[in-house]
C-alpha cells in the first residue's frame, strides 16, 4: 500500500488528511498538551458524524464533558473536545482512556 492512499484531498480546505482516525500524541505545540495525552482528529465538514458518534460514546464511557476551551480539570479530568474553524478533535487524558477508545473505534 502506498502512502498516498492514505490520504485524502479535502475539497473545502484543499489540504491532504490522513484517513485513519487513529489516537496520535500530543506534544508541546498542541492545544491540550499537559492537560490531555491523546488526540483525535476529524474533519469539520466531511466527517462531522463519525466525530458526533465518537463524541456520544466518549460522554457514555466517561461522563459529561465540554470544549476544551471552556474545560477544567473540575468538568472531567478524562476527555475532552475542541472545534476549530476546519476541524475537531478530541482529547484523551491517559493511556487507560486511549486504550479504551482504540478497542472501541481501531
Known amino acids: 500500500m502506498s502512502a498516498s492512499s492514505l490520504l485524502t484531498l479535502d475539497k473545502f480546505t484543499n489540504r491532504l488528511y490522513n484517513n485513519d482516525m487513529k489516537l496520535k500524541k500530543l506534544d508541546r505545540r498542541m492545544n491540550g498538551y499537559g492537560d490531555f495525552k491523546y488526540?483525535?482528529?476529524?474533519?469539520?465538514?466531511?466527517?462531522?458524524?463519525?466525530?458526533?458518534?465518537a463524541r456520544n460514546w466518549c460522554w457514555e464511557q466517561w461522563g459529561p464533558?465540554?470544549?476544551y476551551e471552556f474545560?477544567?480539570?473540575g468538568v472531567n479530568p478524562a476527555w475532552c473536545w475542541i472545534v476549530d474553524e476546519w476541524e475537531t478533535k478530541i482529547l484523551l487524558a491517559s493511556d487507560k482512556e486511549g486504550q479504551w477508545y482504540t478497542l472501541r473505534w481501531g
Not at 42 to 50: D, I, L, P, S, V
Open 39 to 53: 488526540k483525535i482528529t476529524y474533519r469539520k465538514r466531511t466527517e462531522r458524524q463519525k466525530f458526533i458518534e
Open 65 to 67: 464533558s465540554s470544549e
Open 71 to 73: 474545560w477544567d480539570n
